[in-house]
C-alpha cells in the first residue's frame, strides 16, 4: 500500500514550500563559520527593543491560553489603520491568512487567479484545494493586470496579487490597481497581498478603497519591515462580512500571546519602522551599484529584496556563494533559472554578498 494514495489526490500532487536555507544548516553542512542569510526578505536589523521588552513582560501569562479575539492587537490595528475592529482578520503569519481565504472562497469547481513568477503560496493553497490554478504570464516581470482581467471567466472565485510582487519586486502604481478594482465584477474576491508595502512611497492608501469594494481583501505582516518574522503574525482587511466568514474558519488560537504583544509594541515603534526603511533604501543602491559595475542586469524592486540576473544557471552561482558561507535565494521554482534574489542587509553583509559574487562569477566563467 502506498501511503500517498491514501492523501486527497490535491494534496498527493503538492510540492512543499521551499524556504531559504537555515544559517545553522549551512554551518553543519559546509563547515563554514561566519554565515550570512539574505535568503528570506527578513529584517536585518534585529527586532525591535520595544517588541522584545513586551515580549520578556507577556513571558509572565504563559499559562493561560492567548485572547482568541486578538482584542488589544485589532484595537492596535484599527487606531493605526482607521478601520473598524471587525475588519480585520489576525493570521500565524499572513500566509495563515492566504490559506484560510482560499478554503473560505474557492472549491474544486472554481478557478484562482494568479501571474507567473508570483508568490508561491498562491499556487500552493489553490491547489490544496483541488481548485484549478490559472497563471497569468507577466508582463516584464510584474503582473500583467489587463490581462489578469481578461482571464476572468464564470468560475473565478479568487485573484491573487501581490504589490509589491515576491521574486520579483515590482511594484504596480495603485491607479492602475485601482481601475483594475473597479473592472472586477463583486462576486470575485480581489487579495492584494502587501506584505513589503511599508518600503515603498506610494501615496494612495489602498485600505480607503475598502469602502468602496466589498470584495476586497488587503492582507499584511509584521514578518517584513517589523521585523518580526520569528513570531508569525499577519493580518488581513476587508468588509467586516469577509472577516466575519474568515474568524468562523480561524482556529481558535492562532496567533499566540508573545507575538501579539510584540506585534503591538512593534506597530508602536515607528523608530524601528523609520531605520528598517533607511537601511533598506542604502542597501539597496549598494546592490544597484554593484550589480551595474560588474554589468549584471537586475529587475527594479520597490521591496527589501532584489533579483539580479547572473547570466548563466543560478543553481551554480547559489552553490558558490554558499561555500563562501552567503545564503541568498535560487528562483528557478519561479520560473527565473538565471536569477538570484538577495534579501537586503546590513552595509557589511551586502559588501561580502556583492564580492563573493564576483568571485563565483569569475570562477564560473
Ligand atoms: C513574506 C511574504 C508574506 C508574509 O508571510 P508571513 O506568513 O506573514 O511571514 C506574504 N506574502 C508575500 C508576497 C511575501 O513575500
Not at 480585520?88 to 472549491?107: H, K, M, P
Not at 510582487?165 to 492584494?192: C, K, M, R, W, Y
Not at 550589480?291 to 533579483?307: E, R, T, V
Request: charged share 20%; glycine share 6%; net charge negative.
Amino acid at each position: 500500500m502506498n501511503l500517498c494514495d491514501l492523501a486527497v489526490e490535491s494534496i498527493a500532487g503538492l510540492q512543499p514550500y521551499v524556504p531559504g536555507k537555515p544559517i545553522e544548516e549551512l554551518q553543519r553542512q559546509y563547515g563554514v563559520r561566519d554565515v550570512i542569510k539574505l535568503a528570506s526578505n527578513e529584517s536585518p536589523i534585529g527586532p525591535s527593543q520595544a517588541a522584545q521588552a513586551a515580549i520578556a513582560l507577556a513571558t509572565r501569562d504563559l499559562t493561560r491560553y492567548p485572547d482568541g479575539n486578538g482584542y488589544a492587537l485589532k484595537l492596535a490595528l484599527s487606531e493605526k489603520f482607521q478601520i473598524d475592529a471587525n475588519q480585520i482578520t489576525l493570521g500565524n503569519g499572513s500566509n495563515d491568512v492566504l490559506e484560510l481565504i482560499a478554503r473560505c472562497f474557492a472549491s474544486p469547481a472554481d478557478e484562482v487567479i494568479f501571474s507567473q513568477h508570483a508568490f508561491a503560496v498562491y499556487p500552493l493553497v489553490t491547489q490544496a484545494i483541488g481548485a484549478t490554478l490559472v497563471e497569468v504570464p507577466a508582463k516584464q516581470y510584474g503582473h500583467d493586470l489587463t490581462a489578469m482581467q481578461r482571464a476572468i471567466t464564470e468560475k473565478t472565485k479568487l485573484i491573487f496579487i501581490a504589490n509589491p510582487n515576491n521574486p520579483t519586486g515590482t511594484h504596480i502604481p495603485a491607479t492602475e490597481v485601482h481601475t483594475f478594482l473597479q473592472s472586477v465584477a463583486d462576486n470575485v474576491i480581489v487579495v492584494l497581498d502587501e506584505a513589503y508595502i511599508e518600503y515603498g512611497d506610494e501615496e494612495v492608501n489602498s485600505i480607503d478603497w475598502l469602502k468602496q469594494f466589498p470584495n476586497l481583501i488587503i492582507c499584511r505582516t509584521f514578518s517584513k519591515a517589523y521585523g518580526l518574522a520569528g513570531l508569525r503574525v499577519g493580518f488581513a482587511l476587508s468588509s467586516p462580512e469577509i472577516a466575519d466568514l474568515l474568524n468562523r474558519l480561524r482556529q481558535p488560537f492562532n496567533v499566540n500571546h508573545l507575538a501579539m504583544s510584540a506585534a503591538i509594541a512593534a506597530l508602536g515603534d515607528e523608530d524601528y519602522l523609520q531605520r528598517a526603511k533607511q537601511v533598506n533604501t542604502e542597501g539597496m543602491q549598494q546592490y544597484i551599484d554593484g550589480f551595474d559595475a560588474m554589468g549584471l542586469n537586475y529587475i527594479p524592486s520597490k521591496a527589501n529584496f532584489i533579483c539580479v540576473d547572473v547570466n548563466t544557471n543560478a543553481a551554480d552561482i547559489y552553490e558558490k556563494l554558499l561555500q563562501q558561507g552567503v545564503i541568498v535565494r535560487p528562483v528557478a521554482g519561479y520560473g527565473l533559472p538565471n536569477h538570484l534574489r538577495i534579501s537586503i542587509g546590513l552595509e557589511h553583509e551586502n559588501q561580502r554578498c556583492l564580492e563573493a559574487l564576483a568571485n563565483s562569477l569569475s570562477e564560473a566563467k
